[in-house]
């Protein structure tokens, strides 16, 4: 029987209040499934001016307050969004003075230049700041403390340092998850001062210092009580260095026996395609005659022409380099000879938009895509390609290749990160495995997973099993929440046995 608990998230996104990527599904499909298991649940996140707020949720103000900045302070606002009783609160955290650091467009970078706003370090120093001010001011203690990615980062360390003899965190397990560690948060090291820091502990190899900068990440690795990431196989990658442990793979190994990867799970209600709402039909697992309806809605939709009814291969994507869009630059002229149709979604860098702009200019029978941030195309696109393209160069988790599979729809993956723990090479003969693998990061292998694909396409038998397999899966975070619970359970232990991280053991480590 376990034991309720009290869990509070920080993160910078949460689905659909706000959401880039992966973070904000995983953080509301996460927190909604410790809801359902009767823990108590609140996702701090930052009060973002482009917030959806779904039509059901009700805000209530609660009580500002000052957060320490620097030698000041600044004024902080909050106000509580409720929703229905299987949801998590969420509390959304505000500067309330003129510094507008979430009164702006987008989330992380400026919609106009693609580029990271300058004062994202003290964007998220403050979101984190004022999101514990806040909590601790709710008079009840939290069990855990859950933050995620770089912008979350610091709670650990306020919790163990400023706030160390604050009773409102003396039973408080923290945990920080890695989702992403190509976006660490290196800054100048003057963000240390507003941070409450003195500049005497700035020196090199100190908890505080990355190659004469301040490194958000390796803050929140050190000081948290245990550390995950979202797949075992980049717990692993990201501690063997090269281009996976971005220079903080001898931090993690220092941690390493307190370094653990759970697979992401997926929201199994938004992801199901024999009740998506954005579908033009549904389908399952034993009639796919909706899948056929999608596909065909997807091909007119792309604007392709009936003929010829080439495999569509889908991808819905941030594009940026992780995601090995370099791959398809490199093979433009093979894959433009395969016999298959293209449908690509993404934001991302102006290079790789050019890139698939022009594509879809000159091959438009074979080639499209949309730039936008469009949801019910995301799940189209899932629903009506035969196959789903995902070469990334890594991957902690990936979601797409997930909902693929419950869709049908096979994937082409890099095996790495979270693509490896999740898709493995169909064998036409034993009928094992459900879907595609490359292992080098070379146009070349990807091309040749495309091919084995089409091939197993052509062979109608083959194909049903390729996707039954792919179907018959559980992928809900069912599973991923057990895992969570247990960790939880492990730092709680650690806690009450008096062994958790202080600046001076942090220190002493080094
Ligand atoms: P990452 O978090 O690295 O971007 P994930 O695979 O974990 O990768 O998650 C990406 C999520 O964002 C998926 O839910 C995907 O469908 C969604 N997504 C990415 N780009 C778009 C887009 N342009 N429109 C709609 N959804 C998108
Ligand atoms: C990150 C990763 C992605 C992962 C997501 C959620 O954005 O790039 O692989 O699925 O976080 O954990």
């Not at 909050?78 to 955290?93: I, N, R, Y």
């Not at 210092?209 to 990201?238: C, Q």
């Not at 396409?457 to 057990?482: F, I, K, P, T, Y």
């Amino acid at each position: 029987m376990r034991t309720p608990l009290s869990v509070v998230h920080l993160a910078s996104e949460i689905a659909p209040f706000a959401k880039v990527g992966g973070l904000g599904d995983v953080v509301a499909a996460l927190s909604a499934e410790q809801v359902r298991r009767g823990h108590r649940v609140v996702v701090a996140i930052p009060h973002w001016r482009d917030l959806s707020l779904p039509a059901s949720w009700k805000l209530s103000d609660l009580s500002g307050t000052r957060v320490p900045w620097g030698m000041g302070d600044e004024p902080a606002r909050f106000t509580m969004a409720e929703g229905p009783d299987d949801m998590p609160s969420v509390l959304l955290v505000d500067h309330a003075g003129d510094r507008r650091f979430f009164h702006r467009p987008g989330f992380y970078d400026d919609p106009q230049t693609h580029e990271g706003y300058p004062d994202n370090a003290e964007r998220f120093l403050f979101f984190t700041r004022a999101a514990l001010e806040a909590i601790k001011g709710f008079g009840e203690p939290f069990d855990v403390l859950h933050a995620h990615d770089q912008q979350a980062a610091w709670a650990p360390c306020f919790m163990r340092t400023h706030d160390a003899e604050d009773y409102a965190w003396s039973g408080t397990a923290s945990i920080f998850t890695i989702h992403n560690l190509g976006y660490q948060g290196i800054v100048d090291p003057w963000v240390l001062g507003l941070a409450g820091f003195p500049r005497s502990m700035f020196f090199p190899h100190s908890p505080f210092e990355y190659h004469g900068r301040v490194n958000f990440m390796k803050v929140g690795i050190l000081f948290a009580d245990l550390v995950s990431t979202v797949s075992p196989t980049y717990a692993r990658e990201i501690q063997t260095g090269g281009e996976y442990g971005y220079g903080l793979e001898g931090v993690l190994r220092r941690r390493t026996g307190d370094v653990r990867g759970i697979l992401n799970g997926i929201d199994d209600h938004d992801w199901d395609p024999a009740s998506d709402r954005w579908l033009p039909a549904q389908f399952d697992r034993e009639n796919l005659a909706g899948k056929a309806a999608c596909r065909r809605a997807l091909a007119l939709e792309s604007g392709f022409p009936m003929d010829p009814d080439w495999p569509i291969v889908g991808m819905v994507t941030r594009l940026v380099e992780q995601k090995g869009l370099d791959l398809l630059e490199a093979a433009e002229r093979a894959l433009c000879d395969l016999p298959a149709r293209f449908v690509v979604l993404g934001v991302g860098s102006p290079r790789y938009m050019e890139f698939l702009r022009r594509l879809a200019d000159e091959r438009p029978w074979q080639w499209s895509f949309e730039t936008a941030y469009d949801e019910g195309l995301a799940h189209r696109i899932e629903a009506g390609s035969d196959l789903f393209l995902m070469p990334s160069r890594y991957e902690p988790c990936g979601l797409n290749q997930m909902y693929s599979l419950r869709y049908g729809t096979v994937p082409v993956v890099r095996a790495t990160g979270g693509l490896a723990d999740t898709v493995r090479e169909f064998d036409p003969i034993t009928r094992d495995g459900n879907g595609f693998v490359f292992e080098n990061f070379l146009g070349d292998e990807m091309v040749m997973a495309l091919r084995r694909a089409l091939a197993a396409h052509s062979e109608r038998e083959l194909w049903r099993a390729v996707q039954r397999n792919g179907m018959a899966r559980d992928w809900s975070w069912r599973v991923a929440a057990d895992g969570y619970d247990r960790l939880y359970a492990e730092a709680l232990e650690r806690v009450s046995g008096g062994r958790i991280p202080t600046l001076e053991s942090v220190q002493d480590t080094f």
